[in-house]
Nanobody, 121 residues
Framework: QVQLMESGGGLVQPGGSLRLSCAASGSINAISAMGWYRQAPGKQRELVATIIKSGSTNYTDSVKGRFTISRDNAKNTAYLQMNDLKPEDAAVYYC???????????????WGQGTQVTVSS
């Protein structure tokens, strides 16, 4: 019922930057939290960053100081600014949202299809 669409992935050199976007659409009443996860080949999916409606954020230790998550509530969109990218950051990045549908549906978790981030010289 809620759809998430990621964009902004691509190829970047080590030390470079990318900005990912995640737009939520559908019969949305409210989004309480949004986040980014990633999964590299042969690895389990891991949490990268989360942000709640008020703007409070959390990050996994490996990206602190390099990545910044933000959101535009009016646009139902979350962003992930990734700076100083390292080869170990290469993965498929997935957007996640905790949202309720109109008018008073229960809060549920939704996932995007993912966007590829490649970090290579």
């Amino acid at each position: 019922q809620v759809q998430l669409m990621e964009s902004g992935g691509g190829l970047v050199q080590p030390g470079g930057s990318l900005r990912l976007s995640c737009a939520a659409s559908g019969s949305i009443n409210a989004i309480s939290a949004m986040g980014w996860y990633r999964q590299a080949p042969g690895k389990q999916r891991e949490l990268v960053a989360t942000i709640i409606k008020s703007g409070s954020t959390n990050y996994t230790d490996s990206v602190k100081g390099r990545f910044t998550i933000s959101r535009d509530n009016a646009k139902n969109t979350a962003y992930l600014q990734m700076n100083d990218l390292k080869p170990e950051d290469a993965a498929v990045y997935y957007c996640n949202a905790e949202a309720r549908t109109w008018p008073l549906g229960p809060f549920k978790m939704y996932w995007g299809q993912g966007t590829q981030v490649t970090v290579s010289s």
